[in-house]
């Protein structure tokens, strides 16, 4: 679920909402129109609409943690495919499944594929 930011013309004052519609009625300036989705007046919406109605304002989306976070999974993703078909077995990698009992954020990934680094090179040190 989107958070959206109104913001004034020279983004100096705003408010958040989780709801589009009233984000869009409130920058337009109409406050007659700022209603929550069960048909109630939204206060602070109808405020910053009187207060800006003749700026011109502006909505910013703010995005989800997973939406923020995405890419980066991704990225691990592919570092820990890369451990896997380099170092195989050696690198003795947990799996998904298990780093995800600990945490399903990105540094939790992370530290297994810093383990399994470590086990590779704990294993070419004993080899020497």
């Avoid at 009233?22 to 109808?46: F, M, V, W, Y």
């Avoid at 995800?100 to 990105?106: A, M, S």
Wanted: charge should be negative; hydrophobic fraction near 45%.
């Amino acid at each position: 679920m989107n958070r959206y930011i109104v913001w004034n013309e020279d983004e100096t004052e705003g408010f958040v909402t989780l709801d589009q519609q009233l984000a869009n009625e409130s920058r337009k300036g109409i406050d007659a129109n700022c209603r929550r989705p069960d048909g109630s007046l939204s206060h602070i919406a109808t405020s910053f609409a009187v207060l800006t109605e003749d700026q011109i304002c502006t909505i910013e989306v703010v995005p989800t943690y997973a939406d923020t976070v995405a890419p980066y999974a991704a990225a691990l993703r592919m570092i820990r495919e890369a451990v896997e078909e380099l170092f195989g077995p050696a690198a003795n990698l947990e799996s998904e499944e298990a780093v995800l009992l600990r945490g399903p954020e990105p540094h939790h990934d992370a530290e297994a594929i810093i383990a399994a680094l470590q086990n590779v090179a704990d294993v070419a040190w004993i080899k020497r």
